[in-house]
C-alpha cells in the first residue's frame, strides 16, 4: 500500500509515535501533515525513548525521509532544538523536509495562546499555549507568516511589522499586555534562516512523485478525530484537521492518492483539557487508568482525563475518516481490571443516541449506555500473536471490531517497539 495514513482516532495520545514508528520500518516517508509542537509522540525502543513534537515519528529509520508538509504550523526555535536533541542521541535529520508553504508560529502567537486562554477563565480550553490556535487564526486571516518568508529578510520585516501593528493593538488594548517589538524577533527568525534552507522544498511535487513512483508514504496524524476543528467537540478542539480529509489539504495531494487510512485508538480513552467526555471515570477507577497507563501529558505533562471505551466516538472517527483499520493500543493497561465495560450508546436529556450527538448541549448531558465484559487479570505484554491472548481479551477485541465493522489488525500490549500482535 503506497499512502497509508495513521491518525488518532480519539482525543489525542492514543499511540500515534508508537505506531507510526511500527509503519517506519517499511517507509519511504513519514509526513506530518497539520498541527505542530501541541503533538507529543512517543517512541520507545530497548531502553531509549524519544518525544518528538515536530519531526515526524519515522526518523529513527535511516531510509526514512521526514516530511514536515504545508498544514503544519511550525516553531523553528522549537524545531531546531529537536534536530539537535535528535543529533544529540546520534540520530540524523539531514534528510528532513519542509514545506515552504508551512507557516510560522512567532513569539506572539505563543503570547496570545496565554493570554487568550487566561482571559477565558472558568471557560477556557486548555490549550498547550504553544501558540497554535492564534497561528492556524493569522493563516485563515491571510496574515500569517510562512516559511518561505524567511528567505526574504526585506518581506519577512514588511509582514511583521504588519502583523505586530494588529498584534500589538490586541495585546495591550485588550489582554493589557506590554507591545511586542519587532527588531529582536526579526533578528531572531532571520538567524533561522540559514540553518532551515537546506531542508526546505516543494514538499506538496515531492510527495506527489513518491507515490506516483509507487514509494511507500505514511502521513502521521497529531491531535486526534475528537479534536478536529470541523469533526471534533467544538469549541474544545484544536485549530486544525487531524482526520483523513487534513491529509488531502495539509499535503496538497489528491483523493485518490490515499490508499488506506488506519485509525488508532486507545483500548481504553483519555482526554487532556477542557470539554465534554461522556465515558470519563471521576472515580478510582479512572484514577487507576491515570496511574496505569502512565497518563500525564507528553507536551504539558498534565494529567489526562481518562475513561472507558467509547465505541460511539469510535464509530464515528471510523465514519469521518473513512477508517480501512484500526490499531488498538495500550490493551495491557486493561489487564488490571475485574471487569471492563465499553459504551455502546448514550442517554442525553431523555432521548438515546447510537450516533455520536451534533449538538455540544447534548453531549454534555450524556449518560453512557454500557456492556460489560469480564477481565482477564493477567500479564498480556509478552503476548506476540492472538493466540498469546487470553480468551477474555480476543473477545474484547472481537466486540470491537464488530461494532465498529472495521478490522482491528494490529493490538499493542506495551510501550516498547516489539510489544505488539499482529492480528492475521
Ligand atoms: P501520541 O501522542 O498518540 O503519539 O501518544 P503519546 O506518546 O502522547 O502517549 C501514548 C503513551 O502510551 C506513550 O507514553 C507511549 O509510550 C505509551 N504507549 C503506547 N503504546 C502502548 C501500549 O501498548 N501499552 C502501554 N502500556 N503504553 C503504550
Ligand atoms: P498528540 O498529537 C492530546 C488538546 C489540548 C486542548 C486542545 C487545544 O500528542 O495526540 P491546542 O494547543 O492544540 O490549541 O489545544 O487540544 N491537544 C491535545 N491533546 N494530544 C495532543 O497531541 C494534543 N494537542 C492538542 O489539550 O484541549
Ligand atoms: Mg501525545
Redo the contacts with the bound molecule.
Keep these: 500500500m503506497p499512502a497509508t495514513a495513521v491518525l ?1 482516532a480519539q ?4 499511540g ?2 508508537r505506531v507510526t514508528d511500527y509503519f517506519s520500518e517499511k517507509a519511504d516517508y513519514v509526513v506530518r501533515y497539520q ?2 509542537n ?4 512517543t517512541i520507545i525502543v530497548g531502553d531509549q525513548k524519544l518525544a518528538l ?1 515536530l519531526i515526524p515519528s519515522g526518523v529513527m529509520y535511516p531510509q526514512v525521509i521526514p516530511v514536515i508538509a504545508s498544514g503544519m504550523v511550525v516553531d523553528p526555535r522549537v524545531l531546531l532544538a529537536e534536530i539537535d536533541m535528535l543529533a544529540g542521541k546520534g540520530i540524523d535529520t539531514s534528510r528532513l523536509r519542509i514545506s515552504s508553504n508551512a507557516h510560522l508560529i512567532m513569539p506572539y502567537h505563543r503570547k496570545l ?1 496565554a493570554v487568550m486562554e487566561r482571559f477565558l477563565g472558568r471557560s477556557q ?9 492564534p497561528a492556524y487564526t493569522d493563516k485563515f486571516a491571510r496574515q500569517g507568516i510562512r516559511v518561505q518568508d524567511l528567505f526574504d529578510p526585506k518581506i519577512f520585516r514588511e509582514k511583521l511589522e504588519v502583523a505586530l501593528e494588529d498584534k500589538n493593538k490586541l495585546l495591550t488594548r485588550v489582554y493589557n499586555q506590554l507591545p511586542i517589538d519587532s527588531g529582536p524577533i526579526a533578528d531572531e527568525y532571520l538567524a533561522y534562516a540559514e540553518r532551515l534552507l537546506p531542508l526546505v522544498t516543494d514538499t506538496s511535487l515531492l510527495l506527489w512523485e513518491a507515490i506516483r513512483d509507487g514509494k511507500e508514504v505514511i502521513f502521521e ?4 478525530t475528537l ?1 478536529d476543528i470541523d469533526h471534533g467537540t467544538y469549541p ?5 484537521s ?1 482526520t483523513a480529509g487534513g491529509v488531502l489539504t495539509g499535503v496538497g495531494i489528491g483523493p485518490k492518492d490515499l490508499h488506506r487510512v488506519v485509525g488508532i485508538a486507545k483500548a481504553y480513552i ?6 465534554p467526555f461522556p465515558t470519563e471515570l471521576s472515580d478510582e477507577i479512572g484514577d487507576r487508568m491515570v496511574d496505569i497507563g502512565g497518563e500525564y ?4 505533562g ?1 494529567r ?1 482525563r481518562c475513561g472507558w471505551l467509547d465505541l460511539v466516538a469510535l464509530r464515528y472517527a471510523v465514519r469521518v475518516n473513512g477508517l480501512t483499520d484500526l490499531f488498538l493500543t495500550k490493551l495491557d493497561v486493561l489487564s488490571h481490571f475485574e471487569a471492563i465495560k465499553v459504551a455502546v450508546g448514550y442517554t442525553s436529556l431523555g432521548e438515546r443516541y447510537d450516533e455520536f450527538p451534533r449538538q455540544q448541549r447534548v453531549l454534555y448531558n450524556c449518560t453512557p449506555v454500557y456492556e460489560e465484559f469480564p477481565g482477564w487479570n493477567t500479564d498480556i505484554t509478552g503476548a506476540r500473536s492472538s493466540d498469546d491472548l487470553p480468551p477474555e481479551a480476543r473477545t474484547y477485541i472481537e466486540f470491537i471490531e464488530d461494532t465498529i465493522g472495521v478490522p482491528i489488525r494490529w493490538v499493542s500490549v506495551g510501550p516498547e517497539r516489539t510489544q505488539l500482535v499482529e492480528r492475521t
Excluded: M, Y
Design positions: 488518532g482525543w489525542g495520545d492514543e500515534k509515535g498541527g505542530g501541541n503533538a507529543g509522540h513534537s495562546d480550553i486548555g490549550t498547550t499555549k504553544k501558540g497554535i490556535g496524524g497529531a491531535q486526534g479534536l474544545f478542539v484544536t485549530s486544525s487531524p483519555s482526554r487532556v483539557g477542557t470539554g501529558g507528553t507536551v504539558t498534565r489526562r
